[in-house]
């Protein structure tokens, strides 16, 4: 039997609003990052998220659009609110650049460019092609 992707997400995120939980640990990819905007944005009360030709929106952006799609899910009852969103990602360093940054590669084959910041430029911890490294997103 193969995973549902989409229904762990929506646990996941029910499970830690129920319990109170301050964060939340979920695959990155391209869907639950558009979903979990969509969750952030909506509030996550009676929202139909679905996938279109255009991307993945609500039903509401989608009749504003004039365009149909695939019902992905439904929420109903949890209300999310959170002061920053943040993503951590995990990738592959791919280039070293000047000035602490580097290219990165993503789990999910995104290229990015990152940069070193707090302990790690403070104690001149070295950082070289070939290593995994984690990376903080705060999309703001």
Not at 5 to 26: E, L
């Amino acid at each position: 039997m193969g995973r549902d992707t989409i229904a762990d997400i929506i646990t996941s995120i029910r499970n830690a609003d129920m319990d109170r939980k301050v964060t939340v640990r979920i695959a990155s990819t391209n869907i639950t990052e558009n979903i979990v905007k969509i969750l952030l944005r909506e509030g996550g009360m009676g929202i139909v998220i679905l996938s279109t030709s255009r991307g993945i929106m609500t039903d509401r952006e989608a009749r504003l659009e004039r365009i149909g799609g695939e019902i992905l899910c439904y929420i109903w009852g949890f209300y999310l609110e959170w002061k920053e969103q943040k993503w951590i990602h995990e990738g592959l360093i791919t280039e070293s650049l000047p000035n602490g940054m580097f290219r990165v590669r993503l789990d999910n084959e995104n290229m990015i460019l990152g940069y070193v910041s707090g302990k790690i430029r403070r104690s001149f911890i070295r950082i070289l092609p070939g290593d995994r490294v984690k990376i903080e997103d705060s999309n703001n």
